[in-house]
């Protein structure tokens, strides 16, 4: 029995693209890709992932362009490289050129999972570090206003349009019509 090339391509958001990855394993004449764009902290949030690693079947070999692409937390790497391997799956990292198969306890090789699979936790952590830094002075600067829930339906302006149709004595259902609102949002900026 030969097993089935896959490859497992990842990357963090939908504006970016997978062509550097893509042309990696292009090369490799893989039988199966499973690509996704969507964010490496953990694996449970990650459908294509989990799909490879149901699908993956003993003598398959799965290849990965470079360990962060697998995952940014070292547990999550470690088990389920472990995982794969203890059913007879080979995976590989083509940028760090790692390979682990079931019947291989290569200890350079672990110990370099484990500094890269840290590393790549550690860039994590100050790429999240960085970003909050980057919030915090454009809030300083009134530049960024983090908000909680959906957009208003009414600017300040047609807020204030309201409250003076309905002080004028206008109905407030056909103010809410008007405004294309509720009748109980109407009553509510009456109130407010």
Do not use: H
């Not at 799909?51 to 290849?63: H, Q």
């Not at 760090?96 to 370099?112: A, I, K, R, V």
């Not at 500094?115 to 970003?131: H, N, P, T």
């Not at 208003?152 to 407030?172: F, H, M, N, W």
């Amino acid at each position: 029995m030969t097993g089935k090339k896959l490859a497992y391509v990842r990357v963090s958001s939908e504006g970016q693209n997978t062509s550097r990855q893509d042309q990696q394993i292009e090369e490799l004449n893989v039988d199966k890709v499973f690509s996704e764009k969507v964010s490496g902290k953990n694996i449970q949030d990650r459908p294509q992932f989990q799909l490879m690693l149901d699908y993956a079947r003993e003598e398959d070999i799965i290849y990965c362009a470079e360990l962060s692409r697998w995952g940014r937390s070292l547990i999550d790497i470690k088990t389920t490289v472990t995982a794969l391997t203890c059913k007879g799956v080979t995976v590989k990292f083509l940028k760090e050129n790692l390979t682990f198969t079931n019947n291989q306890d290569d200890p350079m090789s672990n110990l370099l999972l484990g500094i890269l699979s840290s590393l790549a936790e550690w860039e994590r952590a100050v790429i999240k570090s960085r970003q909050m830094e980057g919030v915090k002075i454009a809030q300083e600067k009134g530049i960024y206003k983090e908000r909680c829930g959906r957009k208003p339906k009414l600017t300040e302006e047609q807020i204030k349009e309201v409250q003076r149709r309905v002080a004028d004595g206008e109905k407030r259902s056909d103010v809410a019509v008007a405004f294309g609102v509720s009748r109980q949002t109407v009553y509510n900026l009456v109130a407010g």
